[in-house]
């Protein structure tokens, strides 16, 4: 088969590989105190709720929601740097919930993340070479004496100047920081790398830059990203499949064509009613749903579907069947995720009957 240029190669049916990682109803609940000595707890931040996630070998899934919604407490929930209040984290069909630090260890090498800002995650006071050379002092993957000459091999594979192997953080440029986090990362030949907004705080001209490397990257290793972004071109760029979070919850999964072309929850519809397009003609088609109102708070998440104080699509039905302006069934009951095109779930009692956006060819 002959593929196009930028086209990805498909995957296999996910039911017929098994799951590198996955999540099981993984909660992450965040305790809220009052005082200082005898604290007392008032309230309880509602993070993440019964995520299930798969992620499956060599493949990408893109997590894509608002600010708040979960994605990056997931993303810490999956590489073990927070614990799950509830749920199961399981990793190449091991059990790693409640594995000990110790016990952990050797499995860090198989996980790795990249985080969002390249400035912040890395010490300012150490060089870029000992950043990149640390993980493999510390995991002893590499003799001491070898370890300057593979991270300056390294550092040329994420296009950086070995010869500035003895250069620190401040003295590189934001794309050239985060590639030493893309470094850094690949330096005990992970399995697995979560990118928590990897691009978000980069230029537009070096987010293309770093997103290629990733790719090729993931080609040369067999890498599997789970891969977290609000720009929903960039996810589309990237993912074979599409995890849309809201409040703490998955509203909606879906290969990235079906996702991008028939969006079935009223919030995954919105975002993608916001990408901007091309072709002036193309926007004159859309349908651009407005959503009112911010979301709601973690700490106190709305009965019901948790969406349906914002929810247009709820107003639409009710007002239908004279109902008032809130569906009485989105209010009260909580939808579960239930299959609708090959590969997709979504959680919504309503969903969405047509397209909210076109394709790129305006088909």
């Known amino acids: 088969m002959t593929l196009q240029a930028g086209e990805r190669p498909p995957q296999p049916a996910p039911s017929t590989r098994t799951p590198l990682m996955k999540l099981v109803a993984a909660t992450k609940h965040f305790p809220i105190t009052r005082g200082v000595i005898l604290q007392k707890r008032v309230g309880t931040v509602h993070a993440v709720d019964s995520v299930d996630l798969e992620v499956y070998p060599g493949e990408t899934v893109g997590l894509v929601g608002e600010t708040g919604s979960g994605k990056s407490t997931t993303a810490r929930l999956i590489t073990k740097l927070l614990d799950v209040t509830e749920g199961q984290v399981i990793f190449d069909g091991q059990d790693i919930t409640h594995l000990s630090r110790r016990k952990m260890r050797p499995l860090r090498r198989d996980i790795q993340m990249?985080?969002?800002?390249?400035?912040?995650?890395?010490?300012?006071?150490?060089?870029?070479?000992?950043?990149?050379?640390?993980?493999?002092?510390?995991?002893?993957?590499?003799?001491?004496?070898?370890?300057?000459?593979?991270?300056?091999?390294?550092?040329?594979?994420?296009?950086l100047n070995p010869e500035h192997y003895n250069r620190y953080p401040h003295e590189f440029s934001g794309g050239q920081r985060q590639r030493v986090g893309v470094a850094r990362a690949l330096a005990l030949r992970p399995r697995l790398i979560v990118a928590d907004e990897p691009v978000s705080a980069l230029d537009v001209s070096v987010?293309?830059?770093?997103?290629?490397?990733?790719?090729?990257?993931?080609?040369?290793?067999?890498?599997?990203?789970?891969?977290?972004?609000?720009?929903?071109?960039?996810?589309?760029?990237?993912?074979?499949?599409?995890?849309?979070?809201?409040?703490?919850?998955?509203?909606?999964?879906?290969?990235?064509?079906?996702?991008?072309?028939?969006?079935?929850?009223?919030?995954?519809?919105?975002?993608?009613?916001?990408?901007?397009?091309?072709?002036?003609?193309?926007?004159?088609?859309?349908?651009?749903?407005?959503?009112?109102?911010?979301?709601?708070?973690?700490?106190?998440?709305?009965?019901?579907?948790?969406?349906?104080?914002?929810?247009?699509?709820?107003?639409?039905?009710?007002?239908?069947e004279g109902l008032g302006r809130v569906h009485p069934r989105c209010r009260d009951e909580e939808p579960e995720l239930r299959p609708f095109l090959p590969g997709q779930v979504a959680a919504c009692h309503f969903p969405l009957e047509e397209r909210v956006i076109p394709a790129a060819d305006g088909s």
């Open 114 to 159: 990249i985080f969002q800002d390249p400035y912040a995650s890395l010490n300012p006071r150490k060089t870029v070479g000992s950043i990149i050379g640390e993980p493999m002092r510390i995991h002893k993957t590499v003799p001491r004496d070898g370890i300057k000459k593979e991270v300056q091999q390294l550092m040329e594979r994420v296009g």
């Open 207 to 320: 987010q293309a830059q770093v997103l290629n490397l990733l790719e090729d990257l993931q080609e040369e290793f067999n890498l599997t990203y789970v891969f977290i972004a609000h720009d929903l071109s960039v996810v589309k760029h990237m993912s074979d499949r599409v995890a849309v979070m809201y409040l703490g919850q998955i509203v909606e999964t879906a290969p990235s064509e079906t996702l991008y072309k028939d969006p079935k929850h009223p919030y995954t519809g919105a975002l993608l009613s916001a990408v901007p397009l091309p072709d002036p003609r193309l926007v004159l088609q859309r349908r651009r749903i407005i959503l009112e109102g911010d979301v709601p708070s973690p700490i106190d998440p709305p009965s019901g579907c948790r969406f349906h104080p914002r929810c247009p699509r709820t107003i639409e039905v009710a007002e239908r």
